[in-house]
């Protein structure tokens, strides 16, 4: 039996532009990689600019406060 996968998103240039002026890149690589992705996928889902605009801007307050992913307690 093989584990579950997830499907690989990769980063769109505005999210790797927002990390870096940010001062966030280190932050976000230091997350697990599962996290990475789901912060990824979970913004290109949505189907309206708006939308993905407030999820990386959550993205951006989780990975300056640290110890949040997703609104959820993290211990990293």
Excluded: C, F, S
């Excluded at 997830?6 to 505005?14: E, F, N, S, T, V």
């Excluded at 940010?22 to 996290?35: D, F, M, N, S, V």
């Amino acid at each position: 039996m093989t584990g579950l996968r997830r499907a690989l998103h990769p980063m769109p240039d505005a999210v790797r532009a927002a990390l870096k002026a940010r001062g966030l890149t280190a932050a976000y690589e230091a997350r697990p990689p599962y996290q990475q992705n789901d912060y990824l996928g979970w913004m290109a889902a949505a189907k309206r600019e708006a939308t993905r605009e407030k999820r990386l801007a959550q993205m951006l307050r989780e990975l300056e406060r640290g110890g949040v992913y997703m609104n959820m307690a993290w211990r990293g």
